[in-house]
């Protein structure tokens, strides 16, 4: 010691709470030598220290790849969203939309998307699919391809209300195109032309009327329009419901006058038998069986 003063030595303290010397630890470890408990307690100590240490770095491991994975996924989907916001824009662009069209690896991803409901990107691959049938000379080949019918038609029956609406203005560019009418003319779509006709959304109502409309204008779309269920009660309901709006109302006539027009010409084209007279149609004369002067 210098200057009186009493020497500090320094300690170790144990997890039982017993507190030794550096010197004291020299003088235990040769007169208890190395199976007392005193040194087995450091040991496991130590093992234990040692299996934390290796452990560690397995941990910060796994905790580093989770971490890649769920970049990957946040990248991948700003990749995703660019890409679509990238398609949407030259879809809008009338000199490429033929291009477009013309890849089928475009279309068919555009086609898978749109029915992934869950996705985030699905509404807007609906848009792009209408978007290409803005092009009148894309709607022959779209309107043969019947996964495009089918990716439209399930769209048209979404609980969202924008892919609805995207689905039908895009099956109404279809159904404008004169060669593609007979082929268009099925029974479901059809059924969901008349459900989205009843609907509150103006957008979709509107575009399912024109399309019915135009289904109507084709002499060869008459006997489905008149065989699918409710397609003709909803045409005479929207034309005397007070609630549709005047175009609404002008197509709905329109669809029945033509669709009347059709009947009447297929009527006044029936064989007249040998011998017979042809008479003007329609005749207004009632039939019945027997019947009492």
């Given at each position: ?5 009493t020497p ?11 507190t030794?010397d550096d010197?004291?630890?020299k ?7 190395e ?11 130590d093992q234990?220290?040692k299996e934390?240490?290796k452990?560690?770095p397995?941990?910060t491991a796994?905790?580093?790849k ?7 996924e ?5 990749a995703?969203n660019n890409?679509c ?6 879809a809008?662009?009338c ?6 069209c013309a890849n ?17 990107i699905h509404?807007r ?7 290409l049938?803005r092009?009148p000379a894309n709607?022959a080949?779209?309107?043969l ?5 089918e ?5 048209g029956k979404?609980k ?9 203005r895009?099956?109404e ?5 004169a060669s ?15 459900l989205?006709?009843?609907r509150k959304?103006y957008?979709?109502q509107?575009?399912a009327?024109g399309a019915?409309?135009n289904?109507a204008t084709?002499?060869g779309?008459?006997?489905?329009i008149?065989n699918t ?7 005479v309901?929207l034309a005397?419901?007070?609630i549709s709006?005047?175009e609404?109302r002008?197509?709905a006539?329109d669809?029945?006058a033509?669709?009347?027009l059709w009947l009447?010409?297929?009527?006044g084209a029936?064989?007249?038998p040998?011998?017979?007279?042809s008479?003007?149609?329609p005749?207004h004369?009632p039939?019945?069986?027997l019947?009492?002067e």
């Amino acid at each position: 010691t210098m200057g009186g003063e009493t020497p500090v030595t320094q300690e170790h303290t144990l997890s039982t709470g017993y507190t030794y010397d550096d010197d004291e630890t020299k003088t235990e470890d040769k007169m208890e030598g190395e199976t007392s408990p005193r040194r087995k307690m450091v040991r496991i100590m130590d093992q234990t220290q040692k299996e934390k240490s290796k452990n560690k770095p397995l941990k910060t491991a796994a905790s580093m790849k989770q971490q890649k994975t769920d970049k990957y996924e946040v990248f991948l989907s700003l990749a995703r969203n660019n890409a679509c916001a990238a398609l949407t824009h030259l879809a809008k662009h009338c000199p490429v939309s033929a291009k477009l069209c013309a890849n089928d690896v475009l279309l068919d991803n555009l086609m898978m998307v749109s029915r992934e409901f869950e996705t985030q990107i699905h509404t807007r691959c609906v848009e792009i699919l209408c978007h290409l049938t803005r092009f009148p000379a894309n709607n022959a080949k779209l309107a043969l391809n019947s996964e495009f019918c089918e990716t439209l038609i399930k769209c048209g029956k979404s609980k969202m209300a924008e892919d609805r609406m995207w689905a039908i203005r895009a099956l109404e560019n279809l159904t404008a195109d004169a060669s593609s009418k007979i082929t268009l003319a099925t029974t479901p779509l059809l059924t969901l032309l008349t459900l989205s006709a009843m609907r509150k959304e103006y957008e979709e109502q509107f575009a399912a009327v024109g399309a019915l409309l135009n289904l109507a204008t084709e002499p060869g779309a008459v006997v489905p329009i008149t065989n699918t269920k409710n397609v003709v009660a909803t045409l005479v309901h929207l034309a005397h419901s007070s609630i549709s709006t005047r175009e609404v109302r002008q197509m709905a006539c329109d669809a029945l006058a033509t669709v009347g027009l059709w009947l009447q010409t297929l009527a006044g084209a029936g064989t007249v038998p040998e011998g017979e007279l042809s008479m003007p149609l329609p005749t207004h004369t009632p039939s019945g069986w027997l019947r009492w002067e």
